[in-house]
């Protein structure tokens, strides 16, 4: 089964600067796609980026983007210009595509944003 | 031009009793997934379901969980004589077709097991 690996503490990020999340996953497949959601304090899960294994370019949307390195199964996500409405959980899953599209989520990172 | 919808947003059982969860998904979608998310965790799949039809439910317990996708109205997960380690956050996604990248999410109901 794959496995998604989000170990970094709570952290804490002075407004306006970048933040990088780590998100590792485990798979021997070749296609696949990583997504990572937000889950603020409200709790809804709110999409970000998506990324797939077979796109050369790194995803970016707005002020988020994906760092995907392939060869060491990384996607992490970047947060540019940090704002205070970016304090959340963040949540980096991958689908497999025999797998029914369903997620398999990390454990999340927490993220604060301090003016 | 609604997302997906859930309800209720929050709900209490006492143990032993029935809990049932619905969900509408985003108009056109035929897919749904509902997922669960436990305290300080991430969401774990549990039911995949077309119109009429489960196609995977790898993730549910063994008892007393049941999902369904009628042919007309939402879906609904049934949790049968619930206990306090069913209290956990329940989530449904929709996507228009099993290979589409992206699944809209409801805001999810809170179930609170006293």
């Known amino acids: 089964a794959q496995k998604i690996t989000q170990t970094q503490p709570g952290m804490f990020v002075q407004e306006k600067e970048a933040v990088t999340l780590d998100c590792t996953y485990d798979?021997?497949?070749?296609?696949?796609?990583l997504f990572w959601y937000k889950q603020p304090s409200s709790g809804e899960m709110i999409f970000l980026i998506y990324?797939?294994?077979?796109?050369?370019q790194n995803a970016t949307e707005g002020r988020y983007s994906l760092n995907f390195q392939k060869a060491r199964k990384s996607a992490n996500l970047v947060i540019s210009a940090s704002q205070l409405g970016d304090s959340a959980m963040y949540f980096c899953?991958?689908?497999?595509?025999?797998?029914?599209?369903?997620?398999?989520f990390g454990k999340g990172n927490q993220v604060v944003v301090i003016p | 031009n609604a997302g997906v919808m859930q309800n209720p947003r929050h709900l209490v059982r006492r143990r032993g009793q029935e809990a049932r969860l619905r969900c509408s998904p985003v108009?056109?979608?035929?897919?749904v997934y509902w997922y669960r998310q436990l305290p300080e965790e991430g969401l774990k799949f549990m039911v995949y379901?077309?119109?009429?039809?489960?196609?995977?439910e790898s993730g549910m317990p063994k008892e007393r969980f049941s999902a369904e996708f009628p042919k007309e109205g939402p879906s609904i997960l049934r949790i049968q004589q619930v206990v306090r380690g069913d209290s956990a956050a329940y989530f449904c996604?929709?996507?228009?077709?099993?290979?589409?990248?992206?699944?809209?999410f409801g805001p999810g109901t809170r179930l609170t097991v006293l």
């Open positions: 798979t021997s497949d070749q296609s696949y796609g």
């Open positions: 379901l077309q119109k009429e039809n489960i196609i995977d």
């Open positions: 996604a929709s996507s228009p077709n099993p290979t589409y990248n992206e699944q809209f």
């Open positions: 108009k056109g979608h035929s897919h």
């Open positions: 990324q797939g294994s077979y796109d050369e």
């Open positions: 899953a991958m689908r497999l595509p025999y797998g029914n599209n369903r997620l398999a």
